[in-house]
């Protein structure tokens, strides 16, 4: 069968914990998929898994890593080159880096992984997209308990846990300003909330219990739970809204508290990826 011309379904952080549930689910579902992984020898070991576990032999992997924009951009490249319709991009990756450390562009590197080269993508992935096609964002409930600091995307005092919520809050704002530019292009965008998943990203040792108290227990699911959210995302045809499992959604522009701090956001993330669009 010929499937050039069949949509594919990018997910970023295809080989992570949640990854693997999201891609399954899709690949279960008879999507082409395309894996976008930092390491290329565990994505084409999971593209030959999915493959011989549900069927579908429309999946491939390619590399992708989000501490550069230059990375991003090839990556980008590569799809242009394969002259396939992209129906759906899942940002997935995700990181939370116990120590600061600074990206060959000059950013930290939880700062850019997370939020501005996965802004990068979306923005770049547009001219591939088919008309209504879906963008996800996914961000975290640890957003909750954080505020962009007026130097934001620089970060001037790392903590990890707060410099990892930063990220998904300011992924999660900016996800207002893609879903109404986008609008017009009948590209849907949306956040997913898993809730807080038991992944590698928790076990960063004993700062994690000093917020405890303010992360429910409740908020704890397992990947096959937290994947809910993004997959109903995926089939809605809403844009603007933030996915919470089963039956739940909010509209981004609730979580906007500051016009202002919103306004800068836009403003400076824009002004630093001009020169990469």
Not at 29 to 39: D, F, I, S, T, V
Not at 67 to 94: T, Y
Not at 131 to 141: A, D, L, Q, W, Y
Request: net charge positive; aromatic share 8%; glycine share 6%.
């Amino acid at each position: 069968m010929d499937t050039k011309n069949t949509p594919l379904y990018v997910v970023t952080g295809a080989t992570g914990t949640m990854g693997r549930v999201i891609v399954k689910r899709l690949a279960e579902q008879g999507k082409p998929l395309l894996l976008a992984c930092r390491n290329m020898k565990s994505g084409e070991q999971l593209a030959a898994e999915l493959c011989k576990e549900t069927g579908n032999d429309d999946i491939t992997a390619m590399l992708l890593d989000l501490s550069s924009f230059a990375d991003v951009k090839e990556f980008v490249e590569q799809i242009r080159k394969m002259k396939r319709p992209v129906a759906a991009l899942v940002n997935n990756a995700a990181i939370l880096t116990r120590k600061r450390e600074k990206t060959v562009d000059g950013y930290e590197r939880t700062i850019q992984v997370n939020f501005l080269s996965t802004v990068l993508l979306s923005l770049l992935m547009k001219p591939y997209m088919v008309e209504n096609g879906r963008i996800v964002m996914t961000t975290s409930p640890t957003r909750n308990f954080t505020s962009l600091p007026y130097e934001f995307p620089a970060v001037n005092n790392f903590v990890p846990f707060t410099t990892f919520a930063q990220s998904k809050l300011a992924l999660t704002l900016f996800s207002i300003y893609m879903s109404t530019t986008l609008r017009h292009s009948r590209i849907n965008v949306n956040c997913a909330d898993p809730g807080l998943i038991n992944t590698g990203l928790l076990s960063l040792g004993s700062w994690m219990y000093k917020v405890s108290d303010r992360l429910s227990n409740t908020l704890i699911h397992n990947p096959e739970d937290g994947a809910i959210a993004t997959l109903r995302a995926l089939e809605s045809s809403d844009t603007g809204f933030i996915f919470k499992g089963l039956d739940r959604q909010v509209k981004v522009s609730t979580q906007l508290k500051n016009r202002e701090v919103f306004a800068k956001l836009c403003t400076d993330t824009m002004r630093i990826l001009k020169k990469y669009l």
